[in-house]
């Protein structure tokens, strides 16, 4: 069994920051892209970042780039989305997710591939 557990979240006013973290239950942590999602009410869910097997290249939706900072801790089975500058729209239930893809696949937003998540933490930001 794997287990995700995502922690950081809150409310916060618009244009703060927030800095979730993400550690996984994983011996081969490196071995897979991590990515983070997030869902709003009554919408789908979406990509948000992701970030290559070592932590070198990285992925970012085009809404929070420049924004949001994606990074990760192989020692520490651990994954780390910095958000900042928040807008009222980057509220969601904020997931990560690991995906089980051979290298050479990065960059990939497919959820498909993403076998493995989290239950979320929820970030609510304020106007």
């Known amino acids: 069994q794997v287990l995700l557990v995502e922690s950081g979240g809150g409310l916060v006013q618009a244009g703060g920051s927030l800095r979730l973290s993400c550690v996984a239950s994983?011996?081969?942590?490196?071995?897979?892209?991590m990515g983070w999602f997030r869902q709003a009410p009554g919408k789908e869910r979406e990509f948000v970042a992701a970030?290559?097997?070592?932590?070198?290249?990285?992925d970012y939706a085009d809404s929070v780039k420049g924004r949001f900072t994606i990074s990760r801790n192989n020692a520490k089975n651990t994954v780390y989305l910095q958000v900042d500058s928040l807008k009222p729209e980057d509220t969601a239930v904020y997931f990560c997710?690991?995906?089980?893809?051979?290298?050479?696949?990065?960059?990939?937003?497919?959820?498909?591939?993403?076998?493995?998540w989290g239950q979320g933490t929820q970030v609510t930001v304020s106007s």
């Open positions: 994983l011996r081969t942590f490196s071995s897979y892209v």
């Open positions: 997710a690991a995906a089980g893809v051979p290298r050479g696949t990065f960059p990939n937003r497919n959820m498909e591939n993403y076998v493995y």
């Open positions: 970030i290559s097997w070592s932590g070198g290249p990285t």
